[in-house]
């Protein structure tokens, strides 16, 4: 195996964060790639968050932005992640690494093409194996979480989330109005059912209240000033009101697919 090996991940949200600590853990230099403004709800574990600090930190994993790809090795040199803002992944032609995860879980391609490494890598829905990458891995929560697929593409899209404690599509909060979110609250805060957690300032001045359907804990919430419009995911709320700790944590989801990008990876590397 290389130990310059390079794998970049396109995507710093929860589900990428689980398998960029993964690599990260075993050894492998990760460059992750990322929006100018990322729109993470489980900001606690998103190393995407860097992009608007400067640097954050999940799990003992240190994620640093930079403003060009020159600058990443200094951070390797730290055992830290780089995040560089490329949502068009363009560094990657430069770059050249032996693995690109596609990471961004958009439920479509944004322009991941095999041609991008020798070992191209798209989590959950909107990817063909064999065709648009070499491999896909299943993200929806259930017997097939975190398969891997060579042939055919990962479940589609249903529109509602896994089940945690019971509950489905009512522990995830949309915005039902456009203009900017404002938070009343933060993550890791108890919330009964009903309550709102924030508000959406309308062009109008208006100022539309996003209320719980459940009570637990604000597990995930977007960031305060963020724009957004109807249908836009804002907050989740977990059941278990004993778990606070899962705020901080990567989930078990992100951890199952990660041990499967890990294989692929190392399979590959080992070739």
């Given at each position: 195996?290389?130990?310059?090996?390079?794998?970049?991940?396109?995507?710093g949200?929860?589900?990428a964060?689980?398998?960029?600590?993964?690599?990260?853990?075993?050894?492998?230099?990760v460059?992750?790639l990322e929006?100018?403004?990322?729109?993470?709800?489980?900001?606690?574990?998103?190393?995407?968050?860097?992009?608007?600090?400067?640097e954050?930190?999940?799990?003992g994993l240190?994620?640093?932005?930079?403003?060009?790809?020159?600058?990443?090795?200094?951070?390797?040199?730290?055992?830290?992640?780089?995040?560089?803002?490329?949502?068009?992944?363009?560094?990657?032609?430069?770059?050249?690494?032996?693995?690109?995860?596609?990471?961004?879980?958009?439920?479509?391609?944004?322009?991941?093409?095999?041609?991008?490494?020798?070992?191209?890598?798209?989590?959950g829905?909107?990817?063909?194996?064999?065709?648009?990458?070499?491999?896909?891995?299943?993200?929806?929560?259930?017997?097939?979480l975190?398969?891997?697929?060579?042939?055919?593409?990962?479940t589609?899209?249903?529109?509602?989330?896994g089940?945690?404690?019971?509950?489905?599509?009512?522990?995830?909060l949309?915005?039902?109005?456009?203009?900017?979110?404002?938070?009343?609250?933060?993550?890791?805060?108890?919330?009964?059912?009903?309550?709102?957690?924030?508000?959406?300032?309308?062009?109008?001045?208006?100022?539309?209240?996003?209320?719980?359907?459940?009570?637990?804990?604000?597990?995930?919430?977007?960031?305060?000033?963020?724009?957004?419009?109807?249908?836009?995911?804002?907050?989740?709320?977990?059941?278990r009101?004993?778990?606070?700790?899962?705020?901080?944590?990567?989930?078990?989801?992100?951890?199952?697919?990660?041990?499967?990008?890990?294989?692929?990876?190392?399979?590959?590397?080992?070739?």
């Amino acid at each position: 195996m290389k130990r310059d090996s390079l794998i970049i991940v396109r995507g710093g949200g929860d589900l990428a964060t689980g398998t960029i600590h993964r690599l990260w853990s075993a050894g492998l230099r990760v460059l992750v790639l990322e929006t100018e403004h990322p729109a993470a709800i489980r900001r606690q574990v998103s190393l995407c968050e860097a992009v608007y600090e400067g640097e954050t930190t999940v799990e003992g994993l240190r994620a640093v932005r930079i403003s060009k790809q020159e600058e990443a090795e200094a951070v390797w040199a730290q055992n830290a992640v780089p995040v560089l803002i490329d949502p068009k992944g363009e560094s990657i032609r430069t770059l050249k690494p032996d693995v690109v995860v596609d990471a961004i879980l958009a439920k479509k391609n944004l322009g991941t093409t095999r041609e991008m490494a020798s070992l191209t890598i798209a989590l959950g829905p909107g990817f063909t194996a064999g065709q648009d990458v070499d491999v896909v891995v299943e993200t929806k929560r259930g017997h097939k979480l975190g398969r891997i697929i060579r042939e055919g593409a990962a479940t589609p899209n249903t529109g509602v989330p896994g089940v945690i404690g019971g509950y489905a599509a009512e522990r995830v909060l949309h915005s039902s109005a456009q203009g900017i979110f404002r938070d009343l609250h933060a993550i890791g805060d108890f919330v009964e059912a009903g309550e709102a957690i924030a508000k959406v300032e309308t062009p109008a001045g208006e100022e539309v209240l996003v209320k719980t359907q459940i009570a637990g804990i604000l597990r995930g919430l977007l960031r305060d000033g963020y724009p957004v419009v109807p249908g836009f995911k804002v907050a989740d709320v977990d059941p278990r009101k004993t778990e606070l700790e899962n705020c901080f944590l990567i989930s078990d989801k992100a951890r199952c697919i990660a041990g499967s990008v890990l294989e692929l990876v190392v399979a590959q590397l080992w070739k």
